[in-house]
């Protein structure tokens, strides 16, 4: 066995013991995916944050277009590595703008709001938009706690059904519009359909 063969050998060996997936930027947890039962794979998200991993029941019974744009998103790796950019402690954390800012979105078209009397409680995902109600986009909340406020003048496209204790600990802003410096990302958000 040549050197070359021998490395890959061993270096096979390491990821079947340690149940670790060897990369160019050093080791990273094997994803072992299990849904709860009854889970649809092809609507349900796994985010990967830097603490764990996040299951997301899509809702296209709530928002059949939003869900549809989200998938579409996902399944193009546009949100992989995407930040968290503002963040408040108590309410809610926000990602989905290439830009880190909260003023970019994707290439595809803003949809028209899907509203329903769904209430916003904690693990409750939500369409960032504008004051338009028909600009939201790409840009995505999750919630922390209740926010009654929120029924009715938001899309609701999904919920977290497991990993909440990782979505708890993305880093929060330090000021009052919740902007964080040095924010958490978005590592990967695939459906679990497409999960490898």
């Known amino acids: 066995m040549n050197r070359r063969h021998f490395t890959a050998a061993l270096l096979t060996a390491i990821t079947l013991v340690s149940g670790f997936a060897l990369t160019a930027t050093g080791p990273s947890p094997a994803m072992a995916i299990t849904l709860p039962q009854g889970s649809d ?31 579409a998103l996902v399944k193009s790796g546009f949100y992989d590595g995407i930040v968290f950019h503002r963040v408040i402690n108590g309410f809610m954390a926000q990602t989905g703008d290439p830009t880190g800012t909260g003023a970019g979105g994707s290439k595809l078209p803003d949809l028209k709001a899907e509203f329903t009397n769904t209430h ?5 995902l939500g369409m960032a938009r504008t004051s338009n109600p028909n600009s939201a986009n790409s840009q995505f909340f999750i919630m922390f706690a209740d926010a009654p406020h929120l029924d009715g003048q938001y899309t609701v496209f999904g919920e977290v059904v497991s990993g909440m204790e990782f979505v708890d600990r993305i880093k929060k802003g330090d000021t009052s519009d919740g902007m964080v410096v040095g924010p958490d990302k978005i590592i990967k958000l695939q459906l679990a359909s497409d999960a490898k």
């Open 120 to 124: 916003f409680g904690r693990g409750v």
């Open 41 to 71: 794979p092809a609507n349900t998200l796994v985010l990967t944050l830097k603490d764990g991993q996040v299951l997301i029941r899509l809702r296209p019974d709530l928002a059949p277009n939003h869900v549809a744009q989200i998938k």
